[in-house]
């Protein structure tokens, strides 16, 4: 579904401050899946995921989705077959427009639209069912700003944008992490019901390891840009993430 050939990629490149992420770097991502990617501060999750996303551009490399390579591809072109949530709850959605008129943002992505226009019946209807299947009463506020949601409410909400046009990719960067621990566990519980419904193949990233197990069906760590771990989910166990965490950071600090 997703190959990653030969990538490399650095930050500040042949400055003093030259940062070295990946060095030629491969992963392939089967289709129908979650994978996760777990791995300490700055091992390059977010920037894998940005550089698939294509709003950070590689040194060198191939992306390859469903045989096709889009590594040159400009990030409006690739987004209409990704959908992204990030940590942040602000930035799936926009906040000064209503729940009804952010879907109709969504549903529309990659077309040309006028907003006055693009709200109709039918569409409303597909609207309330995805919002009643996140069962958090979102299918009688349509005409609330997004502004005015719980961080929870509006990474739910960001979610299902991110599903409806049923993407060849989903990415969630730590979409959870911003939020309580329940509110947390109501929003992986309906990512894994919603991808496991529309069979999206997910790339999520967690610092989470016990979601990272229960919400996967891979795992991946990274390490300084390094695969040191790749194996179905259900063969790890967390207390094992968490040894392997602890050896590397040991071996960072030393
Ligand atoms: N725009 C940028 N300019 C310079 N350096 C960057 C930039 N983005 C990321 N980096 C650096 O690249 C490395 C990888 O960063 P990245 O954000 O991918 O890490 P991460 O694995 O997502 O970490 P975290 O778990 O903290 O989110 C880090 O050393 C980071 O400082
Ligand atoms: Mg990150």
């Given at each position: 579904m997703l190959k990653i050939r030969n990538l490399s990629k650095s930050f500040n490149k042949d400055m003093d401050n030259e940062i070295e992420v990946f060095n030629r770097f491969n992963l392939d991502i089967e289709a129908n899946r979650c994978t996760a990617i777990i791995g300490p501060n700055g091992c390059g999750k977010s920037t894998l995921l940005n550089i698939i996303g294509g709003n950070i551009q590689e040194d060198e490399g191939q992306i390859v989705l469903k045989n096709k390579d889009i590594s040159n591809l400009r990030e409006e072109k690739r987004a209409i077959h990704m959908g992204r949530v990030y940590q942040d709850p602000s930035m799936g959605v926009s906040p000064s427009l209503t729940i009804l008129e952010n879907m109709s943002l969504a549903d529309k992505k990659g077309e040309r639209f006028t907003l006055r226009r693009l709200i109709k019946k039918r569409n409303m209807d597909r609207y309330i069912d995805l919002l009643k299947d996140?069962?958090?009463?979102l299918e009688d506020k349509l005409?609330?700003?997004?502004?005015?949601?719980?961080g929870g409410q509006r990474q739910s909400l960001s979610l299902i944008m991110a599903a409806m046009k049923y993407p060849d990719l989903l990415l969630l960067d730590e979409?959870?992490?911003?939020?309580d621990p329940k509110t947390s566990n109501v929003v992986m519980k309906k990512t894994k019901e919603l991808i496991e419904k529309y069979s999206i193949t997910t790339i999520m990233i967690s610092h989470n390891m016990r979601d990272a197990i229960a919400y996967s069906d891979r795992i991946i760590m990274l390490d300084r840009g390094q695969i040191i771990l790749d194996r179905p989910s259900k063969d790890v166990t967390e207390e094992e993430l968490i040894t392997i965490y602890r050896t590397k950071l040991d071996e960072a600090i030393a």
């Open positions: 996140l069962d958090l009463g005409d609330t700003k997004v502004q005015f949601l719980s979409h959870t992490a911003a939020l």
